[in-house]
């Protein structure tokens, strides 16, 4: 009969909160173990900030993340960005401010050397990679955990750090949902974010505008971004889109393409519309044409033609979709946090936590998510570290 390895702690997932979670526990790491679906540890920590980690945000508060106001407020609190910026320093890596893309970002030399050093840490801690955990049962007390491998793993604290399916789309992350529905805890489906969006048919003029970018506010609903937009050939990209991913699901958005200047300012100007304005010209020159009007003197305008022009600052646009999981950098949904006290323990099922991105927590683009993963993990490992 196979020989049972027993744990006192089994963490699910070599992510960004697995591997925070684990460098941070103060116990015999003999008695720790991770386990990884993949054949590498930190999979999407690689690729994050195109390679340079955009660790976390200056500008750090719930108002960034979608989810349970009170459960995030109380996650941030005692892991701010000063407190994850000192860890790293602890680490030797100086994350620097870089807001060419979004407010507030900070980044890594690069995402390997983060990595790097989440190996260091955790080097004494068995780690079983190319392992998917396939199940997990609660027997006797202890949580069995059926794997790709036919390991009889067992242990007494179970974390789930398994993030989402978002770019990688495997089969691996339908863990979270087996667990949830095994357990009885609340589950919302994931669906992408911080993604681009698409076009409808009707709104195809945008294709031609493809590799252009410009800063431009948008509305939804009761939220107003603002940020560097980017126009592709299936549809809108870049931070502003990303963060609108967040918060739309159907329906329209308003753009104002010309956020910083009213039109009432360029009515005198004796200049072409597309000369006069300060947006790049073919945008201007392929928007005159989708709302019919004619690029001339802004001075020679009448009142429906400015009228017509006045769709820059309120332009309505209902995206025909995301553009799907394996573009998306996170997902929104997962286990809802009434489900967990703040060490990010179960209620309902003592023992067991979960950490990172498998909760129905998603923040923003510019350093967001991982900080959220590593707050995360930071709550667990303090509660476990006293247990
Ligand atoms: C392209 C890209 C760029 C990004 N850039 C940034 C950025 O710059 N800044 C930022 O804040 N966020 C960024 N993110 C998001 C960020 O990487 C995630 O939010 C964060 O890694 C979530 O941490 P986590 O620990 O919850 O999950 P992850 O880091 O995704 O770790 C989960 C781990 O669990 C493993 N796993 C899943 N299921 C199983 C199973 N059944 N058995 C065993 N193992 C399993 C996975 O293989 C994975 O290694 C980016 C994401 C992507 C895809």
Redesign the pocket.
Known sequence: MQKSLNYDLVI?????????LASLLKRNPQKVCI????EK?????I????G??????KYLDFSKYLGDEKFVKEALKDFSTKELLDFLESQELSPKLDERLVEG?Y?CKS?KEVLSSFSTLTKKIKLFLN????DVSFEDGKYCIK??KNLDIRAKNLVI????N???E???????TKISQKFKLDFKSFTPA?VGLGLQKEQAWFKNLSGISLFAKLKIEDKNLEGKLLFTHRGFSGPLVFNASLYWSKGFLEFDFLPNNTLDEFYKKQMLISKALPLPRRFLQEFLLSIDLADKPLNKLNLEEKQKLEKLKSYNFAPAGNLGFLK???SKGGLNTKELDINFECKKQKNLFF?????DV??Q?????????FA??FKCARYLNKK
């Open positions: 699910i997932g070599a992510g960004a909160s697995g591997l925070m386990i990884e679906a993949r540890i930190g999979s999407k920590i690729l994050s900030g195109g340079k980690c955009n660790i976390t945000n970002a980044f995402s392992t998917s955990v396939e794997n790709s750090a398994s993030g989402s978002a770019h990688f495997d089969k691996d992350y339908e863990i979270l911080l998306a950098e996170v950490l990172g991105e498998a909760l998603t923040g683009l510019g350093g967001y998510n991982l900080h959220f993963a995360s993990a």
